[in-house]
């Protein structure tokens, strides 16, 4: 499979793929193809279906292959911002926050990833739930606004705002932390709690992201009387 990634701030993902070949997405994200694509809609047996339930995702995903010669099948994303590409490898999973699958090659996996500290999937911002991806190929994730990314070494540490942790290498952990001082908790407008990420690892942070986007609109739309 190769691919090519258009059109920022409203990107798509073009995938040029050989005969037979097969890609996973969430379902609505296909965004046009060549005749010769077949769609089948499938669930992964219960225990997958109902974990991606409970990560806020739909029980089913598409596949998408290539059916008697090469085909061609574009994803777009969902929200203004950037795709990545990333390599998954056995012994190398990544985990991504619940919204930011878009597509993947057929044998990467996706499970549920709960979180190891319960106060960092509660007050974290990024959900008691996130996405793992695991097993070998490639995986497209969304990320809401521009990609900022760092390498971090083992025991760096990275503080980031509420929701703007888009991806980690599993082998980073998260943790929350309270804003000291109570005058900065109230007043400071960055909220009670920030999200720690530690390495070693990689971590890909998001400038914008979709929930702050509909705060910043929702504060000027006009009340209602």
Aim: proline content about 4%; glycine content about 12%; hydrophobic content about 40%.
């Amino acid at each position: 499979m190769k691919y090519s990634i258009e059109g920022e701030p409203l990107p798509v993902v073009i995938c040029e793929m050989e005969a037979n070949e097969m890609m996973i997405t969430e379902k609505g994200a296909m965004s046009w193809m060549s005749p010769n694509m077949k769609m089948e809609t499938v669930g992964g047996g219960m225990g997958k279906m109902f974990g991606r339930m409970f990560s806020g995702e739909s029980m089913f995903v598409n596949h998408y292959t290539a059916m008697g010669g090469p085909g061609m099948i574009a994803f777009a994303s969902s929200f203004p911002g950037s795709i990545r590409a990333f390599d998954i490898k056995p012994g190398q999973d990544i985990i991504c926050q619940k919204t930011a699958f878009l597509a993947s090659t057929s044998k990467v996996e996706l499970s549920v990833f709960f979180q190891k500290k319960a106060s960092a999937g509660f007050f974290g911002g990024e959900g008691f739930i996130m996405q793992k991806l695991s097993g070998r190929g490639t995986a497209f994730l969304e990320i809401d606004g521009s990609a900022v990314e760092y390498d971090l070494a083992p025991g760096q540490q990275l503080i980031v705002d509420t929701g703007n942790l888009a991806m980690m290498d599993e082998t980073c952990s998260i943790d929350i932390q309270s804003v000291k001082g109570v005058k900065n908790m109230l007043f400071g407008g960055e909220g009670m709690f920030n999200t720690v990420v530690t390495g070693p690892g990689h971590v890909v942070l998001q400038t914008m992201p979709l929930s702050a986007f509909a705060g910043s609109i929702a504060s000027v739309l006009p009340s209602k009387s």
